[in-house]
């Protein structure tokens, strides 16, 4: 742990601005990102008395090793650059909320074509509209009762185009489900209007469309017309089914977000009511654990950044109002800048009575709910995980916790495409944006221990290099912490963002002695002497360590060893699918290939004009060049190349072949 009286800047170094502070650990990595009316005095508070900081304060600015700042305008300014930093780094001590399910969204793209309605989630994406989010089972009944009334397209781009080669549409296009726009059956244009009836329909405007069909259906029975009476009555009954399933619980104008929470000292569990139109429209909840040491007030300050800055479509997702237990700090440049994104007026406020509080008292309850669940949940896998690490410790013998595991395991077929994986687990749980792959070619594919070998060392060798770099940027900048000069400018380069930089407590290896003993040379051979290795043999699955004769046996109910099968696991099934995809590449071989600067377009127009392999061969350089994109001196490299291997002294010439079936391709 770092001394803060290392890295406490000077006196009279800070600015007395408004602006952001980031606090950085011995790896260059951004641990904390804050906000201040005045920097100095706030980072003054952080190099007080230790004995007066709180548990997560105290434990945050122990864990950094520098802290810079960047100074604004205002603190409108120094709250969307705050969000910004937050949103690229994560820093581990602010607040971060996560959902504490993944709610589905149903989403019209209008930005294609032929609009498509599905049931999503996860990221947003550009040009398609979201309403929502509900649950599975009634999104889902939502979707298929409102295809019956608004047929727009919902088959996937692969159906699409199947349909519109053949010129048959779906099956939903025969139960009328879909008004098959893949066959001509209604314009493009005629679609995306259906498609915006049915935005228009979710969006609240209910009403209009069911008395439209009410009059209709009151036409049809003057006419007499009785069976396009009954049909237009059942899509009345369908879009009143979905209409009444939300609850009115307010007055039809309005549009606010109610937001309730419930927290201890360790976590806080975040829930919100969608009101528009007056009706429930969905409901949402995020868990937030509070390494943070923030009021209540901060809170909701950063879960309304989070929530609301990271919407692709504002202006839909935010409403006038949001209504919250206690205003947020801040809260009048808070509302300025979701009024910015919104492009309208935002307002925040405090029910204190009527309708809206007692709504806001049964999102208080969903609140409550949706702790005691998440921690019923976590409870067992958190017990787990700490046991395993401390498992694996023990037996180990090593002197610091597991905070991170790297997994190494090669891969590949009788020698063929070989590569490596690099998977990563931190505190017991996957990191998969960490996961690395490796391609190994030359001496180091020779077996699986020069191969481990040369992985170990382009892994460390990369983390000692980028450790240089941020060395050699700490020691530009001087004696002080790296900051930013009084007029916004910054003071000294930034360290650069590392891929490697992070190392690992323990590295695992798939395999025994051999690739315990190339992993633990490999170290050994960069100087790195504060990384452990062990092996996990697939057989008997020991744990090996190097320089012993004998493997450490964990029990086979130990939850350390099902910890390590688990990322041997994890890493060979990640190095196997990397290899299938690259011997998949190689499985067709052509002599074409072999043509420098013939790519795959180019190849597949040569094989076009001439029919096929063999008569590319007899073509000399004249007949090449009359190929659409191949030039004189494309056409000879073409010519010396298939005829290199004696095509043209009259042996017979080498086909293109599939190298898994040996079917002759040409």
Same mark, same amino acid.
């Not at 041997?568 to 299938?580: P, V, W």
């Not at 190849?603 to 007899?618: E, P």
């Given at each position: +742990?770092?001394?803060?009286?290392?890295?406490?800047?000077?006196?009279?170094?800070?600015?007395?601005?408004?602006?952001?502070?980031?606090?950085?650990?011995?790896?260059?990595?951004?641990? @904390?990102?804050?906000?201040a009316?005045?920097?100095? /005095?706030?980072?003054?508070?952080?190099? $007080?008395?230790?004995?007066?900081?709180?548990?997560?304060?105290?434990?945050?600015?122990?864990?950094?090793?520098?802290?810079?700042?960047?100074?604004?305008?205002?603190?409108?300014? $120094?709250? %969307?650059l705050? @969000?910004?930093?937050?949103?690229?780094?994560?820093?581990?001590?602010?607040?971060?909320?996560?959902?504490?399910?993944?709610?589905?969204?149903?989403?019209?793209?209008?930005?294609?074509?032929?609009?498509?309605?599905q049931? +999503?989630?996860?990221?947003?994406?550009?040009?398609?509209?979201?309403?929502?989010? @509900?649950?599975?089972?009634?999104?889902?009944?939502?979707?298929?009762?409102?295809?019956?009334?608004?047929?727009?397209?919902?088959?996937?781009?692969?159906?699409?185009r199947?349909?519109?080669?053949?010129?048959?549409?779906?099956?939903?296009?025969?139960?009328?489900?879909?008004?098959?726009?893949?066959?001509?059956?209604?314009?493009?244009?005629?679609?995306?209007?259906?498609? %915006?009836?049915f935005?228009?329909?979710?969006?609240?405007?209910?009403?209009?469309?069911i008395?439209?069909?009410?009059?209709?259906?009151?036409?049809?029975?003057?006419?007499?017309?009785?069976?396009?009476?009954?049909?237009?009555?059942?899509?009345?009954i369908?879009?009143?089914?979905?209409?009444?399933?939300?609850?009115?619980?307010?007055?039809?104008?309005?549009?606010?977000?109610?937001?309730?929470?419930?927290?201890?000292?360790?976590?806080?569990?975040?829930?919100?009511?969608y009101?528009?139109?007056?009706?429930?429209?969905? %409901?949402?909840?995020?868990?937030?654990?509070?390494?943070?040491?923030?009021?209540?007030?901060e809170?909701?300050?950063?879960?309304?950044?989070?929530? @609301?800055?990271?919407e692709?479509? %504002?202006?839909?997702?935010?409403?006038?109002?949001?209504?919250?237990?206690?205003?947020?700090?801040?809260?009048?440049?808070?509302a300025?800048?979701?009024?910015?994104?919104?492009?309208?007026?935002?307002?925040?406020?405090?029910?204190?009575?009527?309708?809206?509080?007692?709504l806001?008292?049964?999102?208080?309850?969903?609140?409550?709910?949706?702790?005691?669940?998440?921690?019923?949940?976590?409870?067992?896998?958190?017990?787990?995980? /700490?046991?395993?690490?401390?498992?694996?410790?023990?037996?180990?013998?090593?002197?610091?916790?597991?905070?991170?595991?790297?997994?190494?395991?090669?891969?590949?077929?009788?020698?063929?495409?070989?590569?490596?994986? +690099?998977?990563?687990?931190?505190?017991?749980?996957?990191?998969?944006?960490?996961?690395?792959?490796?391609?190994?070619?030359?001496?180091?594919?020779?077996?699986?221990?020069?191969?481990?070998?040369?992985?170990?060392?382009?892994?460390?060798?990369?983390?000692?290099?980028?450790?240089?770099?941020?060395?050699?940027?700490?020691?530009?900048?001087?004696?002080?912490?790296?900051?930013? &000069?009084?007029?916004?400018?910054?003071?000294?380069?930034?360290?650069?963002?590392?891929?490697?930089?992070?190392?690992p407590?323990?590295?695992v290896v798939?395999?025994?002695?051999?690739?315990v003993?190339?992993?633990?040379?490999a170290?050994?051979?960069?100087?790195?002497?504060?990384?452990?290795?062990?092996?996990?043999?697939?057989?008997?699955?020991?744990?090996?360590?190097?320089?012993?004769?004998?493997?450490?046996?964990?029990?086979?109910?130990?939850?350390?060893?099902?910890?390590?099968?688990?990322?041997?696991?994890?890493?060979?099934?990640?190095?196997?699918?990397?290899?299938?995809?690259?011997?998949?590449?190689?499985m &067709?071989?052509?002599?074409l290939?072999?043509?420098?600067?013939?790519?795959?377009?180019?190849?597949?127009?040569?094989?076009?004009?001439?029919?096929?392999?063999?008569?590319?061969?007899?073509?000399?350089?004249?007949?090449?060049?009359?190929?659409?994109?191949?030039?004189?001196?494309?056409?000879?490299?073409?010519?010396?190349?298939?005829?290199?291997?004696?095509?043209?002294?009259?042996?017979?010439?080498k086909?293109?072949?599939?190298?898994?079936?040996?079917?002759?391709?040409?």
């Amino acid at each position: +742990m770092a001394d803060p009286a290392t890295y406490r800047p000077g006196p009279g170094e800070i600015p007395t601005d408004p602006g952001v502070y980031r606090f950085r650990d011995e790896h260059g990595r951004i641990i @904390y990102v804050g906000k201040a009316k005045n920097l100095r /005095s706030r980072l003054s508070s952080y190099f $007080a008395n230790p004995a007066t900081l709180l548990p997560k304060t105290h434990a945050m600015v122990h864990h950094a090793a520098s802290v810079q700042w960047t100074i604004v305008g205002s603190e409108l300014e $120094a709250l %969307q650059l705050e @969000y910004t930093w937050i949103k690229e780094f994560a820093p581990r001590y602010n607040l971060a909320f996560r959902d504490d399910k993944t709610y589905p969204y149903l989403a019209v793209s209008m930005g294609e074509k032929f609009p498509r309605v599905q049931v +999503m989630r996860g990221e947003r994406r550009k040009g398609t509209k979201y309403f929502g989010p @509900y649950t599975a089972g009634a999104i889902r009944e939502t979707m298929d009762t409102l295809l019956r009334v608004f047929p727009v397209r919902s088959c996937s781009p692969g159906v699409l185009r199947r349909a519109e080669r053949s010129g048959r549409p779906c099956l939903l296009g025969y139960i009328d489900k879909c008004a098959a726009p893949c066959v001509g059956r209604i314009s493009v244009e005629d679609h995306k209007a259906l498609a %915006q009836d049915f935005c228009d329909f979710m969006g609240g405007e209910a009403k209009r469309f069911i008395g439209t069909l009410e009059k209709r259906m009151a036409d049809a029975v003057a006419e007499l017309d009785y069976e396009q009476a009954a049909r237009v009555r059942d899509d009345i009954i369908a879009l009143r089914k979905v209409f009444e399933r939300n609850a009115v619980v307010l007055t039809e104008d309005t549009n606010a977000d109610i937001f309730a929470v419930e927290q201890d000292d360790l976590e806080a569990a975040v829930q919100v009511f969608y009101v528009r139109g007056g009706r429930i429209r969905g %409901q949402r909840g995020w868990v937030v654990e509070k390494v943070e040491d923030a009021t209540d007030a901060e809170l909701w300050e950063h879960l309304m950044q989070q929530v @609301y800055g990271a919407e692709e479509s %504002q202006q839909d997702a935010i409403p006038r109002q949001i209504l919250v237990p206690e205003l947020p700090a801040n809260h009048e440049y808070l509302a300025q800048w979701l009024g910015g994104l919104r492009q309208g007026t935002v307002t925040i406020k405090v029910p204190q009575r009527g309708e809206k509080a007692a709504l806001m008292d049964t999102v208080q309850a969903n609140a409550r709910q949706a702790m005691i669940l998440h921690k019923s949940r976590r409870a067992g896998d958190l017990t787990t995980r /700490s046991l395993a690490l401390q498992e694996l410790q023990e037996a180990l013998e090593l002197p610091l916790p597991l905070l991170r595991i790297e997994c190494y395991d090669i891969s590949h077929v009788q020698g063929t495409n070989v590569v490596a994986s +690099m998977v990563v687990v931190e505190d017991g749980l996957a990191k998969k944006s960490e996961y690395r792959k490796f391609s190994i070619t030359g001496d180091a594919a020779i077996d699986d221990t020069a191969s481990m070998y040369d992985v170990i060392t382009r892994r460390f060798r990369n983390y000692l290099s980028e450790k240089e770099e941020r060395a050699a940027v700490v020691q530009a900048s001087g004696s002080i912490p790296v900051g930013d &000069t009084p007029d916004g400018g910054a003071g000294a380069a930034e360290a650069p963002k590392s891929k490697f930089a992070y190392p690992p407590n323990l590295v695992v290896v798939d395999g025994g002695v051999p690739q315990v003993n190339a992993a633990s040379k490999a170290l050994a051979d960069l100087g790195i002497d504060d990384v452990a290795v062990v092996g996990l043999a697939k057989r008997l699955e020991e744990v090996w360590v190097p320089g012993s004769d004998f493997p450490v046996i964990l029990p086979r109910s130990s939850e350390g060893l099902y910890l390590l099968q688990r990322i041997r696991d994890e890493a060979h099934r990640f190095a196997i699918t990397f290899h299938r995809a690259k011997r998949g590449k190689a499985m &067709t071989a052509s002599v074409l290939d072999q043509v420098p600067g013939l790519g795959a377009a180019k190849q597949k127009a040569l094989l076009a004009h001439f029919g096929s392999l063999k008569k590319v061969r007899t073509a000399t350089v004249e007949e090449l060049v009359q190929v659409k994109g191949v030039g004189p001196v494309l056409a000879q490299a073409i010519f010396d190349v298939v005829n290199a291997d004696g095509g043209s002294a009259g042996t017979t010439p080498k086909p293109a072949v599939n190298m898994t079936t040996g079917e002759i391709l040409d």
